[in-house]
């Protein structure tokens, strides 16, 4: 039988400018035990949907037409059509939490940071299964260890800013669970996750779907998460249903030229190093833009430019006390050799907390570090950065600019593009204000955007238009390195292909230097030219790109490319061989890659220009220390 069958429905927005069709005479079935994915890019109508069977449309929104129909398989309540019936009435608040639940995508907004996961789990039991506290209390235990929550117990007194993000997504789970709904949602459940959590909250999902004979609504636009979990598809853009099918039928023989383009842009291990990904909307960039863009270097190309030597750094979680409670701290960086050389892209991975985005505030000298040095070469040979005052510092900061992760908190919302783009340019001095002028709009050109939306602030661009005005402003005063922080772990496929392609072809006409950092593997494939990979604030393996994808030898470094979910039915995620806990543990690493408290985290050249942090390898005669 179908849990859910949406029947024609058409959701309007009530906007200052008008009315908004954002669901346009919609069809589809979720049959029970089953997974269908519901697939496509940002403001294609899949989060209103998941709104209007939820009950949860804001009061702007409206249900035009069609029904929404929520069947019980245990047969104990007759079908009710959720369309009709009123949103904050008992019919719906029956419904909610209890018979239909929802994972929304971002686990830290969507808990209550007051009370503890055991209260925030427990509350939806006391709603709807008539039980009393200490039962609920009991039923929340049973769910944390469904969810393998660590330790189920001390779960329960956690708040959530305790928690990882993988953690957090558990007690998310958890919480939709507890009432056995006949229909789970899951709203882009892994977007925010390394690759190695996303696997198990993945494997996670089918494993209590299997348990609680569940349906499930997958909403995403990774078509990786895609191929591993959905059953049937139904790809939907702009509000109205492109094409719909079995994952065997889209992904074998898409019909749709929507579809085949989306499934064209997604990066994947198997590219050839000059294959580019396909865009639906290619940005063109103009010879004339670029030749006003390129940045003087002094530094000839394949020579160092940046060099990281023994850097380490650390962090104070706990302070001390008078009644003698000891100051707790965290090693970000431990002793890390890093050298990256002009004119090449460096991608830097690991899960979140590896010290990724550490390292490169370190070069950014926004940070400043215990130990090590940083060197940088301006022309003059390689400089220690922590030294560099005054003119010679604003001369760095001028030469090193990021881009953040997330293009729309990384912008001030109270300032036009204009001010933004201008910003740099007045802070260093550059030019009269006509020449700021003229540069501005020479860098909304170079970035594939229509000067004539320099007026416009942040909130009317789309999240991959806020990417390119982040790029636009790191290039405004011709830097020759830049630092790219998750630059598009935040944006849907399509217009991740567009910013790859942009810093692709920027990087190759403008000859600079980047060093990208990303959890992403398939995507660091895309883009870099050697990969550094990173764990608990150590360099693991370091190497050409296709030599570490191609022939990974550390642990680590084999779990996370075993975790990248591929959009290709032919190669699914090994569920029961995951085992990410393992493989993020120094100490429980096999020999000779197994690293002990105190141990030094040295790199050892395993092949030609691939080195290994190997410390049980007596070193006889391999190159040790920094990796050029």
Known sequence: MNVLSIEGLTVDFNTAEGQVRAVDDVSFVVPENRTVALVGESGSGKTVISQTIMGLLPQMASVTSGKVILADPSGAEPPVDIASLERKGPKMRHLRGNRVAIIFQEPMTSLSPLHTIGDQIGEAALLHRNVSGAEARELTREMLQLVQFPDPVRGLDTYPFELSGGLRQRAMIAMAMICHPALLIADEPTTALDVTIQAEILK?????????????LMITHDFGVVANMADEIAVIYHGKILEKGTAEQLFSNPQHDYLKALLHAVPSFHMDKDERLV??????????????????????PGEPLVEMRNVTKKFTLRKGSFLGGKTKTMTALDQI???????????????????????????????????GDILYNRGQGLEDIANLKGQELMDYRRRVQLIFQDPFSSLNPRMTINDTLTEPLEVHGVGTPEERAERVRNLMSLVGLDPRFLRRYPHSFSGGQRQRIGI??????????????????????????????????????????YLFVSHNLAVVDYVADRIAVMCRGRLVELGETRTVVGNPLHPYTKALLSAVPEPDLSAPLDFAALDANRASEPHLWPEPFQLLEGMEPSLVEMEPDHFVCAPGLKNTGALEGTAA
């Open 472 to 513: 636009a402003r790191a290039l405004a005063l011709n830097p020759e390195f830049i630092l790219c922080d998750e630059p598009t772990s935040a944006l849907d496929v399509s217009v991740q292909a567009q910013i790859l392609n942009l810093l692709q072809d920027l990087k190759r006409d403008l000859n600079l230097t």
């Open 279 to 300: 865009p639906i909307r290619p940005i063109e960039l103009k010879s004339e833009d670029l030749t006003s863009n390129r940045p003087h270097c002094d530094v000839a």
């Open 337 to 371: 050799n890093l050298t990256i050389r002009r004119g090449e892209c460096l991608g830097l991975v690991g899960e979140s907390g590896s010290g990724k985005t550490t390292a490169a505030k370190a070069i950014l000298r926004a940070l400043e570090v215990e130990g």
């Open 204 to 216: 996670l999902i089918k494993e209590v779907q299997s348990e609680l004979r569940m349906s499930v």
